[in-house]
């Protein structure tokens, strides 16, 4: 009998956070899986960012946050991200002035980087090491954006909106690469796009008002046309 | 034409010096957002520094005038490193504290200043060959304008090539562009502050030695006076850039060599106009980044 492992990597618990003084996500509680993607989703505006960004020590936030196992809500972002956090934000926020390797060498933490990995999932990426990456389309630039997360060896990945504003091809490569990043860590994943969704999520949190509403199956949420309307205001 | 070549000389000598207070704050408000008023005070610890060493050296000679600009680099670095660490780091994001904090330090250090070496300038001694000229095209050029030269060329081929080929230059080129996804990326972005502060620290020192010789002597007041001008060359040429700041420096000071020349000492005044017509025309300063 295959054991099932369900020990938290990350967990929140009575998370809020607020940007120049108005509350963006209130007493967010959830667990993530320690394996696979789980999804965060909600309506435009709901806090999934934030909720992100609090996680991260890059908001002010009050709540527990843990990862594998260890308090690290007093903690500063980059002591986070030591811990063995990649993030991905929205907007990719590559660094437009510096070259492609210039923004993956940034991003090297660990003494031996996954640079064939990189190579395998971007090639792309590795004909363009020497251009500026603000000369970049921004399927390109999301890839650098992921390639700076994944040539470390983490024990989670939070990746916010990989897919938005990128052509339907980019986005399968897109979410191609976070499958088989998914394969060695664990992804908190916030998404609009419900096909990459179900393409990748076992498990989905949803929010409403900074407020968890749903946290159990991504495939029973979105089978169920009528819930996922309700929630997700899109079917 | 003996007289175009003496003020353009003489000009880049000027914005030399203007150069080596401008590139620590336009560097330091670049990575950090952090307008250092008490950068002045580097300036003239570091030249207060060289100006002791030379009067226990043989001051004529060119070994002390070498080790006296290391001092000045040296006692800037640390003090500005020390300023940061121990003032500036608890007050990020806190602009008006920073300000006052800054702006306080500049006016006790002045008063400190003077409570140690007086209140009168104090005539420094240099190397002979500083105190001739060389002349070209006819002008009688004095050569301590070719040492400004040099050393803020120096200065600038260093910067560059420690933002381009170092790790911790490719930590403040990322962080004057998006500081807090640098420290997304699991770096302490803290320690590129403090860096960063003794490099602007250390050429605001080497610029003290440096305008001690330039004006003949050294003053409590050396820093306050040249960090003005060095404040207009940082906007002009686009807060937080390096080669805004370089080309600024020198437009800055060649445009007021002129001004005082040909329109009858009005060299301030054309450079405050300057950079009202910049701020109008351009705010973000000739190289600077759009907010």
Known sequence: MTEIVTESILSVAG????????????????????????????????????TLRAIMGLIERSGEVTIAGQRVDREPTHRIVQRGVGYVPEDREVFSSLTVAENLRLAERD??????????LFPDLTDRAGQLAGTLSGGQQQMVSLARALVNDNRVLLVDEPTKGLAPLIVMDVAKALERAAQTVPVLLVEQNLQVVRMLAEKAIVLEGGRVVYDGSAEELLSNEALTKELLGVA | MSTIILL????????????LVASGLSLIYGLMGVLNFAHGSFLTLGAFAGWELARRMDGSSWGTLIASLVLGMAVGAFVAA?????????????????VLVTVGLALASVALFEGIWGTDAIYVTAPEWLSQTTEIL???????????????????????????????????RAGVENRSMVTALGIDVRK????VF???????????????HYFGYVSPQLGGSLL???????????????????????VVAVLQQFANYFWGGTGDLMVVLLLAVVLLVRPTGILGKKA
Do not use: C, W
């Open chain 2, 138 to 172: 006819g002008a009688r050029v004095p050569n301590d304008r070719f040492l400004m030269i040099g050393a803020a060329v120096l200065v600038l081929l260093g910067i560059v090539a420690f933002l381009r080929y170092t790790r911790f230059g490719l930590i403040i």
């Open chain 2, 228 to 250: 003005i001008f060095a404040f207009i060359v940082t906007v002009i040429g686009g807060l937080g850039s390096l080669a805004g700041a370089a080309i600024a420096s020198v």
């Open chain 2, 198 to 212: 003794a490099i602007g620290g250390a050429a605001a020192g080497l610029g003290g030695v440096l305008a001690s």
């Open chain 2, 8 to 19: 353009l000389i003489t000009g880049l000598g000027l914005g030399a010096l203007y150069f």
């Open chain 2, 192 to 195: 590129a502050f403090t860096v």
């Open chain 1, 15 to 50: 998370l809020s956070a607020s940007i120049a003084g108005q509350q963006v996500v209130e007493d967010v509680s959830f667990e993530m899986l320690p394996v696979g993607v789980t999804a965060l989703l909600g309506r435009n505006g709901v806090g999934k960012t934030s």
């Open chain 1, 111 to 120: 003494s031996s980087p996954n640079r064939q990995l990189i190579h395998e």
């Open chain 2, 82 to 98: 020390a300023t940061e660490f121990l003032l500036i780091r608890r007050l990020y994001n806190r602009h008006i504290e920073q």
